[in-house]
């Protein structure tokens, strides 16, 4: 897998039967998302960002669904009252995708 600016990528439909990233594959990937974790078992990307306030955080999720729309990719969110969890993973695979770390270099790229 090529290192590339995923920031500028488009995700690609993915619709199942193809088959999740290996472990080298999100490893690889992992390194070009920094502050994004990957779980024990590769499956789920994950990252919680902290705000001053729940205004900030709301501004911040709307920001994230604006991303999430134009890439047709969407995290699932959980929301407190000063911070934002988002958690990236393919449904339709049953793991990561290369979609998974376009979206979240995407969503960094808004901070």
Excluded: Y
Excluded at 23 to 50: I, K
């Amino acid at each position: 897998m090529e290192n590339r600016d995923l920031a500028s990528a488009k995700c690609v439909p993915c619709h199942g039967g193809v088959p999740a990233l290996g472990e080298a594959a999100v490893r690889e990937l992992a390194l070009q998302t920094p502050g994004w974790d990957v779980g024990v078992v590769p499956s789920r990307l994950s990252r919680t960002f902290g705000f001053k306030d729940f205004v900030e955080a709301m501004a911040f999720v709307n920001r994230v669904a604006a991303v999430a729309e134009e890439q047709g990719h969407h995290p699932d969110i959980e929301i407190h009252w000063n911070q934002v969890k988002l958690v990236l993973w393919t449904h339709s695979i049953g793991g990561l995708h290369e979609n998974d770390f376009v979206v979240a270099a995407r969503i960094s790229r808004l901070l």
